[in-house]
């Protein structure tokens, strides 16, 4: 069937709205501490994704592709809905990796304040989509919210610059970056990656990011096998601990905190390792107000969600 001008304007709509999730979500991903996954259940692709993911990996996809039926293949590929989210992610990366690192050097206050706002609202949201808060559902967001308190809390520690680890280190950012609430680019801070990563993004060290994004690529899809399963088997206990794991996050997301031990980056630069959190000091009207903001921002994208399923 050829598309009428009505089809391809929805089309080009779709593509646009994903490119923009893909852009949200790699902003997220680029402050360490936000987890793109978080984003994406905020958006309400969480679960699209994980199956498009999925998809690639599967039977019907490698016999096509191990038979270079090339046309089926891509017929059977959800392809434009990654390429779209990928194509936003990636811009995100690229055109904010300076902005953010400067904002996060400057107003660290602010930007901790509103993205603590746009996850504590996601929990709200996404806590409707249980759509029976039984007990195993209650004990695994409880576990799930443990378990993000404690990995948030971890010291960073010094580790190698070699292939091997930069790829093993794409390999375990990625799986945490489609975890809601832990954070892929925390993640690689805790392995002691993240400054080294993000001055390859910034210094198009190009052999550094092929390793880290072969990496990637052999985590999300061999991770998003298991979280597919979970989500078709235990929708609402999954749901549960993802909810649990953002509520944990919001540990590390707490705008005020006291340093307790710095290091020394690379560059020779001092970077908190450990820290503690404690009570807001000064003047807290703005971050207020973009706590507020966050929280709009994601009450209001769930209205307009639920409007259109509607």
């Not at 592709?65 to 936003?88: D, T, V």
């Not at 690229?94 to 107003?107: G, K, N, Q, R, V």
């Not at 005020?256 to 820290?275: A, C, F, I």
Request: aromatic share 10%.
């Amino acid at each position: 069937m050829i598309n009428t001008d009505a089809q391809k304007e929805r089309d080009c709509k779709g593509y646009f709205r994903l490119f923009g999730c893909g852009f949200a979500m790699g902003m997220a991903d680029v402050v360490p501490g936000v987890s793109g996954g978080t984003m994406a259940f905020i958006l309400g692709i969480y679960e699209e994704l994980i199956n498009s993911i999925r998809k690639l990996a599967s039977r019907e996809v490698v016999a096509l592709l191990l038979g270079f039926r090339l046309k089926e293949l891509f017929a059977e590929l959800p392809w434009k809905f990654l390429a779209a989210l990928g194509a936003g992610l990636f811009a995100a990366v690229f055109s904010l990796a300076h902005i953010l690192e400067a904002l996060l050097t400057d107003h660290p206050v602010s930007v901790w304040s509103f993205f603590f706002g746009l996850v504590a609202a996601s929990i709200w949201v996404v806590s409707q989509r249980v759509k029976v808060w039984k007990f195993h559902c209650v004990a695994g967001a409880v576990v799930g919210t443990i378990a993000a308190y404690i990995i948030v809390g971890l010291i960073p520690v010094a580790t190698p610059d070699d292939w091997w680890f930069l790829f093993l280190s794409g390999v375990i950012a990625i799986c945490a970056m489609i975890l809601p609430g832990i954070s892929g680019s925390f993640i690689l801070v805790l392995l002691g990656k993240y400054q080294y990563i993000l001055a390859a993004v910034t210094n198009r060290d190009f052999v550094t990011l092929s390793l880290v994004a072969s990496g990637c690529a052999v985590g999300i899809i061999s991770f998003a096998q298991v979280i597919g399963w979970f989500f078709k088997k235990h929708h609402d206990i999954t749901v549960a601990v993802l909810i649990g794991l953002m509520a944990g996050s919001l540990r590390k997301i707490w705008p005020w905190k006291e340093t307790l031990r710095e290091m020394l980056d690379r560059h020779g630069d001092s970077v908190p390792v450990e820290q503690i959190n404690i009570l807001p000091t000064g003047n807290i009207t703005a971050p207020v107000l973009l706590a507020v903001l966050g929280l709009a921002i994601v009450i209001l994208l769930d209205h307009i969600a639920v409007v259109k399923e509607a």
